[in-house]
């Protein structure tokens, strides 16, 4: 057997799929493996396990490791409204996972300075940021999404009171962390047209912007002026989701419209973007929410609204690849 095939067995079973040369020559094994879709951590565990494991062999004097990946090509769709209290983050969370659900790789970045809420509606409330260095490295969840909030940054119920600059560099840090293989990056951000926003379109450009509303005149006169931001940042408008639309009384069954009803449609019809659909005012929407267990993951018809509007922005992204 030469050096050559006495370094490659050495290798383990595991991660013999992922080396794709085994050199020795003068005491130096040469190991070239395929880091295609990890993270900065992962990466570093293969390399030291591909070091320990040829650097065992009693010929080798060092080990030398090149991991060679495929740059991810990562979208960033923005998900924004004019005002708050328009379930922008519940509609970003269910989005991010029916996406998972169809086979992405979906990761949401909670952008929301003034009210982050992503940690307890993807079930992580309880955990911290981890680093390496200066790269934050993102919570996994249980609907195989990853996250990342601003609400990881601080100690739980601590106001954030950032100037322009501190909300640019957190926000950087956020959208910079070690992704890995997240093709799609859901950014949840805080209402109106602030320094968030702004640092997002001068730095990291979306792909795309999705509006929420609900349909009273007031929410839709602040979801024009967010529409406006975007497109003087000359981001594309994917398009308009009614939110609150229609309530049904889970006593006696009948159906009213708190909100008003068909507002949106209106307004996306006259300014001339994609309606992408209704979310009913749902009590079951609002409990599965607090409770960290987004209706997108499961099989309830309170899910069917969500997968539907994630279903067309899978569709625009296919389009516009």
């Not at 997240?182 to 001068?202: A, K, S, W």
Request: a negative charge; aromatic letters at 4%.
């Amino acid at each position: 057997m030469s050096m050559d095939d006495t370094v490659r067995a050495a290798i383990p079973a595991e991660l013999s799929g992922m080396v794709k040369s085994a050199k020795f020559a003068d005491g130096i094994a040469t190991i070239i493996a395929d880091a295609s879709g990890l993270g900065r951590s992962a990466a570093g565990q293969l390399q030291a396990e591909l070091e320990q494991a040829v650097g065992a062999v009693p010929e080798v004097n060092e080990v030398r490791v090149a991991l060679m990946a495929d740059k991810v090509e990562r979208r960033i769709i923005a998900v924004g409204s004019g005002k708050g209290g328009v379930g922008k983050s519940t509609l970003t969370t269910n989005l991010a996972v029916a996406l998972a659900k169809a086979g992405r790789k979906v990761g949401v970045v909670d952008a929301d300075v003034y009210g982050p809420s992503q940690p307890l509606l993807l079930g992580t409330q309880n955990e911290k940021h981890r680093a390496e260095g200066q790269t934050l490295i993102p919570s996994e969840t249980e609907f195989g999404v990853k996250l990342l909030s601003m609400g990881q940054l601080i100690e739980p119920g601590r106001a954030i009171a950032w100037r322009g600059p501190m909300v640019g560099q957190a926000l950087g840090q956020l959208i910079e962390a070690d992704w890995g293989d997240v093709d799609t990056l859901l950014v949840d951000l805080p209402p109106g047209t602030g320094d968030v926003q702004l640092t997002m379109l001068q730095k990291f450009k979306p792909a795309g912007a999705l509006i929420v509303s609900t349909p009273q005149d007031l929410a839709l006169i602040d979801a024009t002026r967010a529409i406006d931001l975007f497109r003087q940042g000359e981001v594309p408008i994917i398009g308009l989701v009614e939110n609150m639309s229609g309530y049904v009384c889970p006593h006696c069954g009948e159906a009213s419209n708190p909100f008003g009803h068909g507002g949106t449609e209106s307004a996306a019809q006259s300014l001339g973007v994609p309606f992408l659909g209704r979310v009913p005012l749902d009590m079951a929407i609002r409990v599965a929410s607090d409770t960290g267990q987004p209706p997108a993951a499961g099989d309830l018809p309170q899910g069917a609204p969500f997968t539907e509007i994630a279903r067309q922005l899978a569709a625009w992204l296919d389009r516009t690849a």
